[in-house]
Each structure stands twice: as structure tokens, then as C-alpha cells.
């Protein structure tokens, strides 16, 4: 029992589970915005599943199908999979249980959300791939994340809207810009293995130009979002505290210094989702 124990920790980490928080809170200010107030206990708990399970599942794909990759990386040599820590077979159950838990998930939600779900499954599964031949990876791991606030605003209207489609471009950019400053850490690697990524393509100077003019359409799709649904004076703060850390992500790596990046990886794009999050749900309790 405490070998199992230790497998689904081991599991956990691999997958970085704690990074949830970087989506999430997206999936719940869909869903806020789209019930123009909180959504059920019923809908939170389903689209909190349905988050999980498809997270879990895309994470643990990627592992697996890049574990050959990982282990020529002197960086990620020591995770579980190539360390030898947990089995490909563990982890295959681990993808089919999680497969499993974002379908059930979804149908529960509505229709729509269960019909859609391929595009999605498809979308998680082709990003491990992608990163072999084209340099737009971080791209389409922005369209896998921007599935979590559209597919919380179908939970909860049944419909796909105008302001979904401008959430996920918000989630979309957002994630772009922040994974390829993740990417400069393997810049050497990348060149030496023959992968793409935008850094390899424009080197250091171009891949934090790249970044930031994604964070740059991320923020004008915020106002967007802002003007379009006539939100108040509380969503507006948010949108200012997303930008000042924003800027102060990009300050700290101004200089392709990667000294600081998990400050500004993990710890600033943390706390824009949750603060994207708060203000919008106290902006709709407000109202």
C-alpha cells in the first residue's frame, strides 16, 4: 500500500499538479462571467473534474511520449519516467483513468462539453508531438489551457459566445508568452536534439520580444473582454494588477538572465490567474 502511495506522489509531481492554479482559476472566471454571478456547487465541482482529469491526462501524456527526450536533457534527466521511478504502464492507466474522469466529467456539464471534448483530448495529445517539427508549440499549449474558460462558459450556457472566445484568446497569449520564456532554460538542449521552439527559431533577444508582444495582445483582449461585457471598476483592477506583474515578469528576465525564472514563471503567472479570478468574482458580486 505505501509503495502505491508513493507512486501516485511520485505521479503527482511529475505532472506538476500544483500548477493547476495556472488554469483554473481561468476555467472559474469563465464560468463567473458566463452565469453573470457563481455558478452552482453542481457546475463548480464538474468543471473542477473536468479541469483535472484533462490536465492530468495532457501532463502525463507529455511525460510519457517525451521520456526519450527527457532523458538525453541533463535538466529533466531526473524525472520519474526516465529516472526509472514509475513505469510507462503506470502511467498509461494513470492517462486512461484521467481520459476517463474528464469525459464523465463533461457529460455531466451538458452536451456540448462531452461532443467537443475529442477537439480537446486531440489538442492535449498533438502538443507533445509538437515541439518535433514546428517551433508554434507554445501556441498550441496556449489553445490546450484557453480550452479550460471556454469550456467553462459552455458548462454553464450551453453555447459558445463571443466573450468565451476572447477568454481563451486571453488564457491563449498569456500561456504562449510565459512558456516561451519556460523554453529559453532549454535553448542549448533544443538546438543540440534538433527541436523547435521559438527561441531556437529567434534566439534570446527574439523569443523575449515574442513573449512580450504576446503578453502585450493578452492585455488589449483583457480591455476587450472589459468593454464587451460592461464590467466594473473591481474587474478593471484586476486587469491593472495582471499588468503590473506582468511587467514586473518581464523586468526580472529583461536581460535573458534565467537566474530568476521560476520567480517569474512560477510565481507571477500564479498569482495573475488567482488575482484575474478574485477581481472578477468580486466584481460580479458587486453587481
Not at 491526462?57 to 532523458?71: E, Q, S, V
Not at 452536451?111 to 508554434?136: D, E, H, N, W
Not at 450551453?158 to 497569449?173: D, H, K, R
Not at 460592461?230 to 491593472?240: Q, R, S, V
Request: aromatic content about 12%.
Amino acid at each position: 500500500m505505501t509503495g502505491v502511495i508513493n507512486k501516485i506522489s511520485l505521479f503527482l509531481e511529475m505532472i506538476k499538479f500544483s500548477h493547476t492554479i495556472f488554469a483554473l482559476p481561468f476555467a472559474f472566471t469563465g464560468a463567473l462571467l458566463a452565469a453573470d454571478g457563481f455558478p452552482s456547487v453542481r457546475q463548480a465541482i464538474w468543471i473542477v473534474l473536468a479541469m483535472v482529469g484533462a490536465r492530468t491526462a495532457a501532463m502525463a501524456m507529455n511525460r510519457l511520449i517525451d521520456a526519450d527526450i527527457d532523458a538525453r536533457n541533463p535538466r529533466t534527466a531526473v524525472r520519474a519516467i526516465p529516472a526509472g521511478l514509475i513505469s510507462k504502464g503506470f502511467t498509461l492507466l494513470f492517462i486512461a483513468m484521467a481520459t476517463v474522469l474528464m469525459l464523465f466529467a463533461a457529460q455531466k456539464l451538458n452536451p456540448l462539453c462531452l461532443k467537443l471534448s475529442p477537439i480537446a483530448l486531440f489538442f492535449l495529445l498533438i502538443y507533445s508531438y509538437c515541439k518535433r517539427f514546428t517551433s508554434l508549440a507554445h501556441v498550441v499549449l496556449g489553445i490546450c489551457l484557453a480550452a479550460a474558460p471556454i469550456g467553462a462558459w459552455i458548462a454553464i450556457r450551453g453555447i459558445v459566445e463571443l466573450p468565451a472566445i476572447i477568454l481563451g484568446g486571453i488564457v491563449l497569449f498569456w500561456v504562449a508568452g510565459f512558456d516561451i520564456l519556460y523554453a529559453l532554460q532549454d535553448l542549448e538542449f533544443d538546438r543540440t536534439a534538433g527541436l523547435h521552439s521559438i527561441p531556437v527559431l529567434l534566439g534570446v533577444t527574439g523569443a523575449l520580444w515574442t513573449a512580450r508582444i504576446f503578453h502585450l495582445i493578452m492585455i488589449v483582449l483583457l480591455f476587450t473582454l472589459f468593454a464587451l461585457m460592461h464590467l466594473g471598476a473591481l474587474f478593471l483592477i484586476g486587469i491593472m494588477a495582471a499588468v503590473a506583474m506582468l511587467l514586473y515578469e518581464h523586468w526580472l528576465l529583461k536581460d535573458g538572465n534565467l537566474d530568476k525564472l521560476d520567480a517569474a514563471f512560477f510565481n507571477m503567472n500564479g498569482y495573475i490567474s488567482v488575482a484575474i479570478v478574485i477581481f472578477t468574482a468580486a466584481d460580479v458580486l458587486m453587481r
